[in-house]
Each structure stands twice: as structure tokens, then as C-alpha cells.
């Protein structure tokens, strides 16, 4: 029955998903192509193909920079729609984001005691890219405290809605902590830490490329996996309970691969806004359907050409200015999530 469903919504859907696809790779070859030094497309494609260019200059831009930056965004984008999706779906809130259980805090507040505490504990003396994964290790175990904290809170709670509330009182006390670290630091740590919250996705080498995109993957999986329980968790727990789900197993494998996915991203790249919580509903709005076996990957290929279009905006191509990710994500997601509901008039639409 479900192979017959998919074939069948294969036949309606195909050309979006196609549609979707050549969308990113024009805009991830645009991303390749597009900088302070402009590159020509096809010498471009030629490079990431495997071929030599006669320019060793535009070889070592694309292959070292460019490249792991686009395929950062493409990773960002599918992580952070599909943790919003799971998210909004889960606590049946279109307001909720991938930051709601306080994972992004949690990241924040482990590379908050790192970059503010920096100077005292005389780790700045380490090199830039030692220090630079000290931060990532830093935020990634702050993610994973607040992670094993919210998954054994979820346990004992047989709701949704406290599992929410909990999750924002986590997200209130490790700002806090954020607040009176920076209270008693110093200027320069000061904008240290402001400078890794406006997020960056041109900070990933090939070596912590290696680590990053298998935990995506994960999630991502795990998100497919869950593709099922989400649909019947539309209609409320007491519906899918009554379907004969178990809640517990559904909640737990829907807030772990949300952790992985948010808290990943905020570890590797910083707090990155509007993409968790505008893009699903970018992509209801624009594919009506409620069913997460369609929705998960439009949402995946969706997040990850918004992802890579503020990306081209941030770089301001043909200068060597570059403005905050997490800047541009804001400025064009809040128009965008007005518009999406003044035109609906009821953002619970799809919900």
C-alpha cells in the first residue's frame, strides 16, 4: 500500500521535486561562481568536475572556499527546514522553530563560556584554527548537555505542550548565563562572541566537513524515518495514540533528530535564523499537501536553495565585503513569513 501511495504521488509530484533540483544546482553553481573575484561558470563546473583549470588561482578559490561553503549551505538549509517542520508538526505551533527545546542555547552557551572565558583561561594564545575547533567542540558539547537533559525531561511528560514550555525555560536559563558572562567580560571577548552569533557558513574545512555532514545525514534520516508518526500527529497525540502509536518511541525519535540537525548547525556555523520557521511553511504555501512523505523533501530541497540564495546575497558578489548570514536570513524571512500570513489570514492553514 505505501509503495502504491508513493508511485502514485510520484506521478503527481515529480516536476517539482525536478523543478526544485535544477533550481539548486543553479544557484549552488552561482555560488561556486560568484565572489569577491568572479569565476566564470563553466571554468566553474569544469573545476568541481574533476578537470584542471589553467587558472591555479581559480582551482584553489573553488576547491578550498567555495565548494565546502556551498555544499555548508546546502547541509544548513535541509537541517534547519526539517528540524523547523518536525517541530512545528510536533507541537502543532507554526511559530516553533528548530530553536524551541533550547539546543541552539544549549551550542551557545558551550561557545559562550569558551570565546568569554577565553582571555582568562589564556586560550587565545592557541592558534586560529585550534581555537576556532575548540568553539566548534565547545558548542557541540553544550548541545549535547541540553540535549540528554531535554530527552530525559521528555520521558517523565505526557504531553507536547509541557515538553514546549520546558524547552523555552531551558532556552531562557542559558541565556541568562550568556547574559551575565558577557555582563563581566571583556570588550574584545565581547565581540568575539557577537561575531560567531551572526553565524558563518565559510568556516568549515574539509576536515570538519567529515564530521558535519554524516550528523546531518543522520538526522535526516531519522526525520524520513519519522515521516509517518508526523502525519499522524497532525490530528493530535490522542488521535495517533488511538492509530496505535507509541508516543513516547514518536517523541523521542522526532527530538533527537531535531537536536542532531539544530544543534549541529548552531555548533559548525552559529545561530542561524528564519530558515527553520519560514520555510515550511514556504513550501506549504506553495505545495498543498500535509502529507510528510511529500512534505519532508520538499522541505529538505526548499531550505537548502533558500539557503544557498542568502548565501549569494551575503557574499555581495564582485566585492570583498561580506555581511552576516545571519542578517540576511532575518531581512528576508521576516517579509517573508508576513506576507505568507497576511495572505493566509490564518497561519494554522496547514497545521
Known amino acids: 500500500m505505501l509503495r502504491d501511495f508513493i508511485q502514485q504521488s510520484w506521478k503527481q ?9 535544477l533550481l539548486i544546482f543553479v544557484l549552488f553553481l552561482l555560488s561556486l561562481a560568484l565572489g569577491s573575484v568572479v569565476i566564470p561558470a563553466f571554468e566553474a563546473l569544469k573545476i568541481v568536475s574533476g578537470f584542471t583549470s589553467q587558472n591555479e588561482a581559480w582551482q584553489e578559490i573553488i576547491l578550498n572556499f567555495r565548494l565546502p561553503k556551498a555544499l555548508t ?18 507541537f502543532r505551533n507554526p511559530l516553533a522553530g528548530p530553536f524551541v527545546l533550547g539546543i541552539s542555547s544549549g551550542a551557545s552557551l558551550g561557545a559562550a563560556l569558551l570565546i568569554l ?19 566548534v567542540i565547545a558548542a557541540a558539547l553544550g548541545a549535547i548537555l541540553v540535549m540528554i537533559a531535554v530527552i530525559s525531561v521528555a520521558r517523565s511528560l505526557r504531553d507536547a505542550m509541557s515538553l514546549l514550555i520546558v524547552g523555552l525555560m531551558f532556552s531562557s536559563t542559558t541565556g541568562a548565563l550568556v ?56 490530528l493530535g497525540e490522542q488521535y495517533a495514540r488511538s492509530m496505535g502509536l507509541n508516543i513516547k518511541r514518536a517523541r523521542l525519535t522526532i527530538i533527537i533528530s531535531t537536536c542532531l540537525l539544530a544543534g549541529s548547525v548552531t555548533a559548525f556555523c552559529g545561530p542561524i535564523a528564519f530558515i527553520g520557521i519560514a520555510v515550511p511553511h514556504m513550501v506549504r504555501m506553495l505545495f498543498p499537501t500535509s502529507n510528510h512523505l511529500l512534505l519532508i523533501p520538499l522541505v ?11 548565501d549569494l546575497i551575503a557574499q555581495l558578489p564582485g566585492t570583498s565585503q561580506l555581511l552576516p548570514i545571519n542578517a540576511v536570513t532575518s531581512l528576508i524571512g521576516g517579509p517573508v513569513v508576513i506576507w505568507i500570513i497576511v495572505s493566509k489570514r490564518n497561519l494554522r492553514y496547514s497545521l
Not at 509530484?13 to 533540483?21: G, I, M, P, Q
Not at 549551505?73 to 510536533?90: E, N, R
Open 179 to 234: 547574559s551575565i558572562m558577557q555582563y563581566f567580560s571583556q570588550a574584545e571577548d565581547i565581540q568575539a562572541y557577537m561575531l560567531w552569533s551572526f553565524g558563518s557558513l565559510g568556516g568549515l574545512s574539509w576536515e570538519e566537513m567529515q564530521i558535519f555532514a554524516p550528523i546531518i545525514v543522520i538526522g535526516l534520516l531519522l526525520s524520513f524515518a519519522s515521516a509517518k508518526q508526523l502525519n499522524m500527529l497532525l
Open 73 to 90: 549551505a546546502i547541509l544548513v538549509g535541509a537541517a534547519l527546514g526539517i528540524s523547523g517542520l518536525q517541530m512545528q508538526t510536533f
Open 117 to 135: 572565558g577565553g582571555t582568562s583561561l589564556g586560550l587565545h594564545q592557541l592558534g586560529g584554527q585550534l581555537f576556532a575547533s575548540a568553539q
Open 13 to 21: 509530484w515529480w516536476k517539482y521535486f525536478v523543478l526544485l533540483t
Open 300 to 310: 529538505c530541497l526548499m531550505g537548502a536553495g533558500t539557503m544557498l540564495f542568502c
